[in-house]
């Protein structure tokens, strides 16, 4: 079989005895079907692998046209902050618990790679919030989310004061533990837990909300993603703060900050096999109901 993708790049849960077993099953697949095969340093180091070239991240970005994440949703999101910087499509197989974004079953990779190295896979484009702190007039620190961005106390629970304003307009100010903003990949992870809405993959939208508010009137609010979010922290505020992206990366905030959230330039180019329907992934991770007859 002629593959579409010539170099593919496994990434993986490192130290994980199922994750290993998959890995070297996919890795053998793939070498069968003709593909150049590269993995992620972090995981060659415990997996042995014939013929196979241990890269970092970045350059499998640079190198491959297909990245397959062997693990849960929390690897997919590490590995496509840094691969959406480059034209590599990803494609996950679920080693994890939920499987949002790592969507094949590990059981069952074989079919499913087949037909994707056909050609025979759905394609979708998932934007990513870029986040920048500013202080004094300067850009301190920036990041990159896949799923949220989390304005929150930096130590322990501890109610925040804080303003938003919506392309320099002013929204509200608010007392909470804090704030989160989550892109539609997002709105089924941390959001969701909080109350948030569930927004469809395909919406241009961002979805704030309000944790723990000192008022029973706020709501969750969904703005379009061509916007650009500040959020204003008064210089009279005592806590320690953070704004934390996609639960891995946390950047320090202090009184008098601004934190600016908009979409990122860059896209996350996600694979899925062509049977791939999202509200089935949802009826069947949130326990829904089937049909009625």
């Known amino acids: 079989m002629t593959s579409v993708f010539k170099k593919v790049g496994l990434v993986g849960k490192a130290n994980h005895p199922d994750t290993t077993t998959t890995l070297i099953g996919v890795c053998q697949f793939l070498q069968q079907q003709g593909c150049q095969v590269y993995v992620e340093q972090k995981v060659g180091h415990d997996v042995e692998l014939d013929n196979v070239e241990q890269l970092t991240l970045l350059e499998l970005g640079q190198i491959c046209d297909l990245a397959i994440v062997i693990g849960g949703d929390g690897n997919m999101l590490g590995a496509a902050r840094v691969l959406s910087r480059f034209d590599t499509a990803v494609i996950g197989i679920n080693r994890g618990n939920l499987g949002f974004l790592t969507d094949i079953n590990p059981e069952a990779f074989e079919s499913a790679l087949t037909q994707v190295l056909k050609g025979n896979f759905s394609i979708e484009e998932r934007f990513l919030l870029e986040v920048t702190v500013h202080r004094h007039g300067e850009v301190k620190s920036v990041n990159s989310a896949v799923n949220e961005a989390v304005l929150h106390s930096d130590k322990v629970a501890h109610m925040i004061e804080f303003e ?47 944790m723990f508010p000192h008022s029973l009137t706020n709501r969750p609010l969904v703005v379009d993603a061509n916007s650009t979010i500040q959020l204003v922290v008064p210089n009279r505020s005592q806590a320690q703060l953070g704004v934390t992206c996609d639960g891995h990366v946390t950047l320090p905030v202090l009184p008098g900050d601004e934190i600016r959230i908009q979409k990122h330039p860059d896209l996350l180019k996600l694979l899925h096999p062509k049977d791939y329907n999202y509200f089935n992934v949802l009826r069947r991770k949130l326990n829904w109901g089937s049909k009625l007859y």
């Not at 938003?164 to 539609?184: C, E, H, W």
């Not at 809405?197 to 704030?208: D, F, H, Q, R, V």
């Open 164 to 210: 938003v304003y919506i392309n320099d307009k002013f929204v509200f100010s608010q007392r909470a533990d804090g704030l989160i903003m989550s892109t539609p990949t997002g709105s089924t992870a941390y959001s969701l837990s909080g109350g948030g809405p569930i927004l469809t993959p395909n919406l241009n939208a961002i979805c704030l909300l309000p």
